[in-house]
């Protein structure tokens, strides 16, 4: 960790091109929003508290993504330009840093290695900035850097201001500096608004630098699509397409087989160990953590959720927010909402619905039930279109069965209920009342068969 670095990331605009409500900052890519990218990427080059983000627009959702990082904020409530936005972290970054790092929360794709790169080329000379720069075959949009015969940045021109000559220059303006920081703060004042929109833009500080008699060099970044800021959903496509690429291929060579890669979505989060096999257009998404040797099929979702080793999820099957142990069976077309823990070798078959119920170790319910809110103990078989009544329009309440278990097919569990161990249920029952250890419990209404009544009714 390098204590002597603070690091701002601009986060503050509205981003009208995205036509959203949204802020811009807050859209997702590969399982995270753009700027949870990016802190993520300045937690690696120095710690979290000398990380201060700068926050406007929807300043409050923001924050609320971003507070479990541990980093600090500084709001722009006027959105008067990126020099200006700088300005406003002063006061809330950490004292004593020698330098200071500017990011944007709307460029994703930078890596740490890259900034790594720039924050030792800052540190090992005597520049008071570091520019990281690229070349574009079409430049149209971006500002020019303009360099002395040294290769020192003289200034950064910007596309409407810029003369035909410096239009044909293909070295562009990433906006992405490490400064010296005692130079940073003198100078910053220095910037003015002498442009079309009247704006304070960091961009100036080159030119007010060089015209102080200091220098400011570029680091030319030969990979131009890291510096690919997002304005766009169209852009915010193609860098979710290359986050989704880079896991798989992380995955792919850690031993996991997905089928059909390219079909699949895959969050950045995400855990998957050796020997797994993820079936085409399945989705794992979220913090999920599935161990090893463990299937999930095709078309199948899982969210939040940690599966053991050896899971099989089978085709067409959701799991959110849920535990699954080791061996278990879930699928295909099954639904775990939300909070279930399913047992080690527990058995969910198709059509079957778990929400917030604790499933024990070898118990089954293969066929179209709903155990809700309930607590299924080990090894007890659930008959299909077996339900718990959980909610009595008010209140959801609680369904407990014990262990060794049999209940029947099409029974209707009216909870608050108890069913104790080694018992059984017949099928076709109502269950309204407790069921004590070892018993045998009917509720339905007795047959009655009229032999002869089709023919009469015939007749009739």
Same mark, same amino acid.
Request: hydrophobic fraction near 40%.
């Given at each position: ?15 009208? +091109? ?13 399982? #995270? ?21 700068? =926050? ?19 709001? *722009? ?22 330098? /200071? ?13 890259? !900034?790594? &790169? #720039?924050? $030792? ?5 005597? %520049? ?24 020192? =940045? ?18 562009? %303006? ?27 833009? !960091? ?5 007010? #630098? ?28 193609? /860098? ?15 031993? =996991? ?37 463990? +299937?999930?099929? &095709? ?7 940690? #599966? ?14 849920? *535990? ?28 079957? $619905? ?11 319910? %293969? ?36 262990? %060794? ?8 569990? =009216? ?14 029952? /109502? ?7 070892? &018993? ?7 047959? /009655? ?12």
């Amino acid at each position: 960790m390098k204590t002597n670095l603070n690091v701002v990331i601009l986060a503050a605009g509205l981003g009208t +091109r995205m036509k959203s409500k949204r802020a811009k900052v807050l859209h997702q890519a590969g399982g #995270l929003t753009l700027v949870e990218h990016v802190v993520n990427t300045a937690r690696e080059l120095t710690p979290a508290e000398r990380i201060t983000v700068v =926050v406007g627009h929807q300043s409050e959702q923001v924050q609320q993504v971003l507070a479990p990082q541990g980093v600090r904020f500084a709001v *722009q409530h006027e959105q008067k330009g990126t020099g200006h936005a700088v300005l406003m972290a002063r006061d809330v970054l950490p004292p004593e840093a020698d330098l /200071v790092l500017i990011l944007y929360g709307d460029t994703p794709l930078l890596s740490a290695k890259t !900034l790594q &790169a #720039l924050i $030792e080329l800052q540190k090992a000379g005597s %520049n008071a900035a570091t520019l990281i720069t690229t070349k574009l075959d079409d430049p149209t949009g971006y500002g020019r850097v303009l360099l002395d015969g040294n290769d020192h =940045v003289q200034a950064i021109v910007e596309q409407k201001a810029a003369t035909p000559e410096q239009l044909e220059i293909q070295l562009v %303006n990433s906006g992405i500096y490490c400064f010296r920081a005692n130079l940073l703060w003198k100078y910053i004042g220095q910037i003015g608004t002498n442009n079309p929109a009247q704006e304070y833009y !960091l961009t100036d500080m080159a030119e007010i #630098l060089a015209r102080a008699g200091h220098t400011v060099a570029a680091m030319e970044v030969a990979d131009c699509s890291e510096l690919l800021g997002i304005n766009t959903r169209l852009e915010l496509a193609e /860098v979710d397409r290359i986050f989704r690429a880079r896991k798989v291929r992380e995955l792919l060579l850690a031993g =996991v087989t997905i089928e059909k890669p390219e079909t699949v979505t895959i969050d950045a989060q995400v855990q998957i160990g050796a020997d797994s096999i993820i079936g085409p257009f399945a989705q794992i998404l979220g913090h999920s953590v599935l161990g090893e040797d463990c +299937r999930v099929g &095709a078309c199948s979702i899982v969210s939040d959720s940690r #599966l053991a080793d050896r899971v099989e999820v089978g085709a067409f099957t959701i799991i959110g927010a849920s *535990q699954v142990g080791e061996g278990a069976h879930i699928g295909p077309f099954a639904r775990l909402r939300i909070d279930n823990v399913v047992g080690a070798g527990a058995h969910i078959g198709n059509f079957v $619905e778990l929400k917030k119920t604790k499933f024990a170790k070898g118990a089954k319910a %293969n066929h179209l039930a709903y155990p809700g809110d309930s607590e299924i103990g080990e090894k007890t078989n659930v008959g299909a279109g077996t339900i718990t009544c959980n909610y009595d329009g008010v209140t959801k309440h609680k369904t407990v069965i014990g262990a %060794n278990s049999f209940i029947g097919s099409n029974s209707t569990l =009216v909870a608050p209920i108890e069913i104790a161990a080694d018992t059984y249920i017949g099928a076709g029952s /109502v269950i309204t009342d407790p069921v004590p250890p070892g &018993a045998l419990a009917i509720g339905r209404g007795r047959q /009655v068969t009229k032999e002869g009544w089709v023919a009469k009714r015939k007749k009739k």
